[in-house]
T-cell receptor, first 118, second 111 residues
């Protein structure tokens, strides 16, 4: 399989459940990202991992807990979510997280996990 | 952060060129202009990016105004598969790969 894959594609959970979203990339990239896309808001960056180290946490509530065991896999652990957390959660990867300047590494996105919190 | 303004939606006819505008009047001298698009039920995909000069690739062309306060993404021949939300994004030079998405333009292509 190639590209960025996400499982599950759809998830329905109650507010007391614990679940995990999985992202896997087969592109040999070293940076991975979690984004949230709500119905009425623009795409929001949540977390960034560069070479398995978290480099960005965009003020995300602690009920979202990311894990990056290696450069190919990224997880988002969910617990005690709220209905307003219902959204499309997108994973992306890029060759590496550049420090700036003129170089840019394109981000490759997965198809997302549609999460519904009841 | 410098912001972008795009029309909420646009319509185009199949096999005709499409010009998608983006205003970014507060752009700084070192901000790059990126375009991504999101097809239905998919994650965003990179289209093109540039700094000052016009850029061409296999997907599209990017025309940047001389004062850099606006830019236009050009699809030379729209197909039904080009129906998507197109995002114009400014990336700060020192922001590395960090992207801040806005609302985008929903492009509808009529057969």
């Amino acid at each position: 399989e190639t590209g960025v894959t996400q499982t599950p594609r759809h998830l329905v959970m109650g507010m007391t459940n614990k679940k995990s979203l999985k992202c896997e990339q087969h592109l040999g990239h070293n940076a991975m990202y979690w984004y949230k896309q709500s119905a009425k808001k623009p795409l929001e960056l949540m977390f960034v991992y560069n070479f398995k180290e978290q480099t960005e946490n965009n003020s995300v509530p602690s009920r979202f807990s990311p894990e990056c065991p290696n450069s190919s896999h990224l997880f988002l652990h969910l617990h005690t979510l709220q209905p307003e957390d219902s959204a499309l959660y997108l994973c992306a990867s890029s060759p590496l997280m550049t420090s700036g300047g003129s170089s840019y590494n394109e981000q490759f996105f997965g198809p997302g996990t549609r999460l519904t919190v009841l | 952060d410098a912001k972008t303004t795009q029309p909420n939606s646009m319509e185009s006819n199949e096999e005709e060129p499409v010009h998608l505008p983006c205003n970014h009047s507060t752009i700084s001298g070192t901000d790059y202009i990126h375009w991504y698009r999101q097809l239905p039920s998919q994650g965003p995909e990179y289209v093109i990016h540039g700094l000052t000069s016009n850029v061409n690739n296999r997907m599209a062309s990017l025309a940047i105004a001389e004062d850099r306060k606006s830019s236009t993404l050009i699809l030379h021949r729209a197909t039904l598969r080009d129906a998507a939300v197109y995002y114009c994004i400014l990336r700060e030079r020192n922001a590395g790969n960090m992207l801040t998405f806005g609302g985008g333009t929903r492009l509808m292509v009529k057969p």
